[in-house]
Each structure stands twice: as C-alpha cells, then as structure tokens.
C-alpha cells in the first residue's frame, strides 16, 4: 500500500483592512467678505437704504483653544461713511458641507456716543467649493442706551 499523502499547510487568510479615504485637510484660518445691514431698529430709509448698508470683512482662526476660536471684522457704512471694529469669541460646529456656528464680541463704532456695545454672530457656512465657501449670519446686539439691535451679514469666506 501506498504512504497516506501528508497534509499540505494552507495559507492563513487575513481580512484586508477596509481603505478609508483620506481626511479632507483641516482649514483653520479664514477670511470673508460681504455685506452687512441693520434689521432691527428699521432705519428711517428703509432696510435697503445706503445708510444702512455696510461693506464688511473678516479675519478668523477657528480652533485656538478647547475648540473656540477667534474673529476680527471691520464694517464700512456706504453712507455715513461710518467704520466700525468688532471681535468675536467664536465656536464652529464641524466643517463639512453646512457648518454652523456662534460667537459672542464686542462692537467699536466710534461715531456713537456710546461707541462700544456687545454683539454676537449665529451663523452657517456653506462650503459648496472646497476652500471658497458662502455664508450668512445673525447678529443680535445690545446698542447704544441699552435698545436691542439685530443685523444680518453675507458673503464669501476663503478657508485655509
């Protein structure tokens, strides 16, 4: 009789990982520009008037501690030729395709009597195209005697 046939090791089998795809890059700086009006009080010439339109523009870091970051902007009034200063402690809410966000400031316009009031932003980005992306915010305020002010802002951001 023939010797039994010896048994052939067999391969062990590993499960290949599943191929995850790479992180989109984190953006952590931004820059925006837009246009901002005043709501609330209703100006005397009307919302749209050019007294109360503002070229605006912004400058912020996201994530600079514990997921709180910073923001700077400045406002031009097209019609009073009015500037005013403001700076948000800012929180986003993720970065994919709508991110929303919020923040709390103060706001410097030195053409007011009282020119510092405090100021916040409720907002939502829409990054439609990779960095360049689109916004719009909320920007309920405490003005000038303590009278309640809401403004609205948009425009384009450029993520870094």
Do not use: C, W
Not at 25 to 52: C, D, E, K, M, W
Not at 80 to 90: D, H, S, V
């Amino acid at each position: 009789p023939a010797p039994a046939p010896q048994p052939q090791p067999q391969p062990e089998v590993r499960p290949v990982a599943p191929v995850t795809p790479a992180a989109p890059p984190t953006r952590n700086l931004y820059f925006g520009a837009g246009a901002a009006l005043g709501i609330i009080p209703q100006p005397g010439g009307g919302i749209f008037s050019s007294n109360n339109l503002a070229v605006s523009g912004m400058v912020g870091v996201r994530d600079v501690f514990l997921g709180f970051g910073l923001r700077a902007g400045l406002d031009y009034n097209l019609g009073t030729q009015a500037l005013g200063i403001e700076a948000y402690l800012m929180r986003h809410f993720g970065g994919g395709l709508l991110s929303p966000y919020v923040g709390v400031g103060a706001r410097f316009l030195p053409a007011l009597a009282n020119p510092i009031y405090g100021t916040a932003a409720v907002g939502l980005d829409l990054n439609l195209f990779g960095p360049l992306g689109l916004f719009m915010e909320g920007n309920p305020r405490f003005e000038q005697g303590g009278n309640f002010g809401l403004g609205a802002r948009v425009g384009l951001k450029f993520n870094f």
